[in-house]
């Protein structure tokens, strides 16, 4: 992996169970905490947009690659500016653990990481 392609840097957060307030309509919000900020590249692959619950949704999907990092899991979620990614895959390239390939969502008018 070449570390001049790693210009950006990210936010690893992961949720904090049993801890946090409630949303507009009374749901649990939990918390999320940061976990790391490491340098990353994040590239778009695809965008689309859906009819759902008769509101049109936007949704992009992007690859952000890393430098391996033990206990990356689709449990957390990426930080990169005010976007915020759920994560859907963690790929370890030829399981040689030297890199990340993450495969995350971004859903358009999301609320922002905080």
């Known amino acids: 992996m070449e570390a001049g392609k790693l210009r950006q840097r990210v936010t690893i957060q ?7 307030g409630l949303d507009d309509y009374g749901q649990p919000v939990p918390p ?3 976990v790391a900020t490491v340098w990353a ?3 778009p692959l695809q965008g689309r947009e859906y009819f759902a619950a ?3 949704a936007a949704e992009v999907t992007t690859r952000i690659t890393m430098r391996y990092r033990e206990g990356m899991n689709p449990q957390m979620r990426i930080a ?6 759920e994560i859907l895959a963690v790929i370890n390239p030829a399981e ?3 890199e990340l390939q993450i495969l995350c969502r971004e859903l358009v008018g999301a609320t922002p990481a905080m």
């Open 14 to 20: 992961q949720e904090i169970p049993d801890i946090g």
């Open 41 to 43: 590249a994040v590239e």
């Open 54 to 56: 008769q509101q049109i």
């Open 80 to 85: 990169y500016g005010d976007i915020t990614y």
């Open 32 to 34: 999320w905490e940061d």
């Open 96 to 98: 040689r653990g030297r």
